[in-house]
């Protein structure tokens, strides 16, 4: 029963900021790597960032420099900070968690429920 709840969506001018908050609860043995996906009106979903349990992260080309992906493995939360946000960043986003639910068994991908960020002036 892993749940992954997301906070931090809203309506922003272009060039302001927003914090994405995701935080996974339920019988977890660890989590590897976790992320953020976004998916535009009438576009498919596509990656934004991710880390890994080690820190270790990577980004879209589109938003390198602008976003910052963070965790607490303590907390198992994944924060988005959003900057210089324009209204190409405007799509509903999801978290991503691969979590180990015991020791006997492999990293199943959970998925929060989305959070709507707008950016438009």
């Known amino acids: 029963q892993v749940q992954l709840v997301e906070s931090g969506g809203g309506l922003v001018q272009p060039g302001g900021s927003l914090r994405l908050s995701c935080t996974a609860s339920?019988?977890?043995?660890?989590?590897?790597?976790m992320g953020w996906y976004r998916q535009a009106p009438g576009k498919q979903r596509e990656l934004v960032a991710t880390i890994t349990s080690g820190g270790s992260t990577d980004y879209a080309d589109s938003v390198k420099g602008r976003f910052t992906i963070s965790r607490d493995n303590a907390k198992k939360t994944v924060w988005l900070q959003m900057n210089s946000l324009k209204p190409e960043d405007t799509a509903v986003y999801y978290c991503?968690?691969?979590?180990?639910?015991?020791?006997?068994?492999?990293?199943?991908?959970?998925w929060g429920q989305g959070t709507q960020v707008t950016v438009s002036s």
């Open positions: 991503n968690a691969a979590v180990l639910l015991s020791m006997t068994t492999w990293y199943r991908d959970y």
């Open positions: 339920g019988s977890i043995f660890s989590i590897n790597t």
